[in-house]
């Protein structure tokens, strides 16, 4: 295999045309692992302010590294990870108010919000038949994982608008409600800019007019409740809620879980179980997710993330992260440069006269921060493998060829 440059200067390699007829010695093989990662970022060494993921807690990837052979589709060899499951999901619910919820491990967050959406359709069909497409609620920042959960399941998408700081506008929520309306999905920290949408405003009125609520926390599910309880004004994510049903959150974002790490929770078990696919062989349990083989190296890995730990390590985490962020915006208002919002989480936004060069000339300094499009805003996730000085350095470099545009 031949190593490269690619356009933008970093290492490329050849493709790999075909399967060879004789393997390669291991050394080779890792020579080759090796020109293939060469490009790769590393989270801590000061380049990556775009991703909500991280690097796992060192237990939780001890954990994992230690279960790769665990298949959670297989009880009967590996009991362990149906364990690790259902352990996670109590400490989820007892984190979201309600203890006994009921839940399905995922890969993340795209997978928990189809299935949330499938059970509401089942609900839906089951009152309306098999005719028409089961309208669902979404605020305009709801992930664009259900632009692809809206196609898959055939259901049609109403968008509210956001009002101040992002959020979905609750009143235009609650005006798109319709008698047929099968789900209102509620985002706790949007992608784009960790608003967090106002949950009691909408969920209450909601369930007294017959429509549940779907919330994906994937983004704000470890931030929030850890953040509420050091006294930051953040609307309320859970289950306390009348009309929240369901849902998602990621322990492989803020959560110190290795990718794979999800979770859906439901309050009530019939809507998880109108998801069970029956298996085909004795002694094999049967299924309430999209995937079949699957690691269950995340959930034992999960479980080690929240024993280890606790409400106590999430709420010094938050505080880190919270103290990280005011400063870098701190450091943004010297350099003349203000957010476009004030931010509910750790997300920041603000804009720039030429954002796609913005973003082209940070990436030639190696730093990567991303553009949410639909908003025109640049965007820098505050995140745990950050350290301040990495985070003035951002800020430093963008004001400088701001200035130099300018110039």
């Known amino acids: 295999m031949t190593t490269l440059l690619s356009s933008s200067g970093s290492p490329a390699v050849e493709p790999i045309a075909r399967l060879a007829e004789h393997g390669l010695p291991a050394e080779a093989v890792r020579a080759e692992i090796a020109a293939l990662r060469a490009g790769d970022h590393d989270y801590r060494d000061g380049t990556v302010f775009n991703s909500i993921c991280s690097s796992p807690v060192p237990l939780a990837a001890e954990v994992f590294t230690a279960a790769l052979e665990v298949n959670r589709g297989d009880d009967r060899l590996f009991p362990s990870a149906r364990q690790a499951e259902a352990a996670v999901g109590r400490m989820l619910g007892d984190l979201f ?32 038949g098999d005719r028409g497409r089961p309208p669902v609620v ?12 809206c196609r898959l399941l055939a259901v049609e998408p109403v968008v509210a608008r956001l009002g101040p700081g992002y959020r979905v506008d609750p009143a235009d929520v609650l005006r798109k409600i319709r008698p047929d309306t099968a789900l209102v999905v509620l985002t706790a920290g949007t992608s784009e800019t960790g608003a967090g949408d106002e949950i009691e405003a909408v969920a209450a009125r ?3 007019l ?5 919330v994906d926390a994937a983004t704000g599910g470890f931030l929030i409740p850890f953040a509420r309880r ?5 609307p309320y994510c859970g289950f306390a809620v009348p009309g929240v049903i369901s849902l998602t959150v990621d322990p492989h974002k803020y959560g110190g879980a290795p990718i794979p790490a999800g979770y859906l929770l439901f309050r009530h078990a019939e809507d998880r179980d109108a998801l069970r696919t029956a298996s085909h062989y004795r002694g094999t349990a049967d299924h309430f997710g999209l995937l079949g083989t699957r690691p269950g190296a995340g959930m ?38 203000a957010p476009a ?4 989480l750790t997300v920041v936004g603000f804009r720039d006269p030429d954002p ?28 745990r493998h950050q350290r301040a000085g990495q985070l003035a350095r951002l800020a430093d470099t963008v004001a400088a060829l701001r200035g130099r545009r300018k110039g």
């Open 206 to 208: 909601a369930a007294e």
């Open 97 to 128: 108010d309600l203890p006994d919820a009921c839940g399905v491990a995922t890969s993340g967050g795209t997978e928990a919000n189809l299935l949330a959406v499938q059970a509401a359709v089942l609900r839906w069909r089951r009152r309306h």
């Open 230 to 234: 050091l006294g930051h004004d953040l």
């Open 356 to 383: 796609e060069g913005l973003l082209a000339a940070l990436a030639e300094r190696g730093l990567i921060v991303s553009l949410a499009r639909r908003l025109g805003l640049i965007r820098v996730v505050v995140h």
């Open 341 to 344: 919002y004030r931010p509910d």
């Open 138 to 149: 979404l605020g305009a920042g709801a992930h664009f994982s259900f632009e692809k959960i």
């Open 300 to 337: 034992l890995a999960a479980y080690a993330a929240l024993r280890h730990l606790g409400r106590a390590g999430y709420t010094a985490q938050a505080a880190e992260l919270f103290a990280l962020r005011d400063e870098f915006l701190a450091r943004l208002a010297d350099a003349g440069i």
């Open 210 to 214: 017959g429509v549940p609520v779907h």
